[in-house]
């Protein structure tokens, strides 16, 4: 849905994610008279928010997921997970994920930050610090502020790997 609202064309089939802290997804929504985006990395569900103003197409979503998720992990402590994340900022590509395991997750994480908007001296790192630390069955009862904690900080293993309609394969553009 939001692909089609932006204009974005995807791929039938998504291509290698080749760093998985570069993988991330977005979703919109509205609260109150505002629209929000939620950017999810689709391994750790760990979620930063962001209004939805000024985003007219993939290149200006890419910029603002780019640029809000990298301000928030920064604020947030994870120096290592944004630098690998730094280090992929260089193109994107958009692509469809099949699994809905993970928006029911990003609707859990909207759900819960729907309170909070109303706290005056909410940051956006406030925000994602406080509903990441949320334990989601998707990821084994664990937070995503945990498992992103870990991502990057040891070799990766397989497993089960979530997604939703709309995720941003590889690394993003900050232009």
């Known amino acids: 849905m939001l692909a089609r609202q932006l204009g974005i064309t995807l791929p039938k089939l998504p291509p290698p994610v080749p760093d998985r802290i570069a993988d991330w997804c977005a979703h919109s929504f509205a609260t109150g008279d505002q629209n929000w985006l939620v950017f999810c990395n689709t391994t750790s569900l760990y979620a930063v928010f962001a209004k939805a103003d000024g985003v007219t197409d993939g290149e200006s979503l890419a910029r603002r997921l780019g640029g809000m998720v990298l301000q928030v992990i920064t604020a947030n402590g994870f120096s290592t997970q944004a630098r690998a ?3 992929a900022l260089t193109e994107y590509q958009w692509a469809p994920i099949p699994d809905r395991s993970v928006l029911g997750s990003i609707n859990e994480l909207i759900y819960l930050a729907d309170p ?8 956006p790192g406030s925000l994602a610090e406080r509903v990441s630390n949320a334990p989601m069955s998707a990821i084994g009862m664990n937070s995503p502020k945990k498992v992103f904690a870990r ?3 040891q ?7 979530h997604r939703q309609s709309l995720r941003q394969v590889g690394p993003f553009s900050s232009q």
């Not at 909070?116 to 940051?123: A, G, K, M, Y």
């Not at 070799?155 to 790997?161: K, M, N, Q, S, Y």
Request: proline residues 10%; without cysteine; charged residues 30%.
């Open 85 to 87: 994340f730094k280090a």
């Open 116 to 123: 909070l908007f109303d706290d005056p001296h909410l940051t």
């Open 151 to 153: 991502m990057g900080t």
């Open 155 to 161: 070799p990766e293993t397989e497993g089960r790997i």
